[in-house]
């Protein structure tokens, strides 16, 4: 009897402690993402890129790449760069131009919530992240 009182309750401890762990698990994940995604995007971009590529797409191949090493669907990740202060701010960011160099610049990326009902009343469809950056580094010569 006081088995089957006691046991909903701890079912809904164990599946909600499940859930719980794979939002921690990608909110991790986006936060590294988002991590490394700035440092790439910070640093100098003079002759280390293949090909045509531009610097924003190789930062935003590179981000998706992490995620989706995670188990992220590639087609679910949205990942934005705009400038993040001034006349631009909220038009889109080119990473690499001399006129952009030392601006900052703010990163959005969002990605779906992983696990059923009870992770989306806590976080909501989607888990977001923003952070922003300096475009490259001050080079100092003494």
Known sequence: M???A???FFIFLVVASAEMNACIQQVHRLS???REAGRLASMDW???L??????A??????FENFLA???TPRDEIQFAMTHAEGDSAGEPFALGQSGNRLELFTMEASVPTPGGSFSRLWFGERLNARFTFRAGRD???P
Do not use: R
């Open 69 to 71: 090493a995670g188990g």
């Open 139 to 141: 080079s100092h010569t």
């Open 46 to 48: 003079d002759e280390s």
């Open 57 to 62: 797409q190789k930062v935003a191949e590179d």
């Open 2 to 4: 006081e088995f089957a």
């Open 6 to 8: 006691v046991a909903p």
């Open 32 to 34: 590294a993402a988002m």
């Open 50 to 55: 293949p090909g045509n590529q531009t610097p």
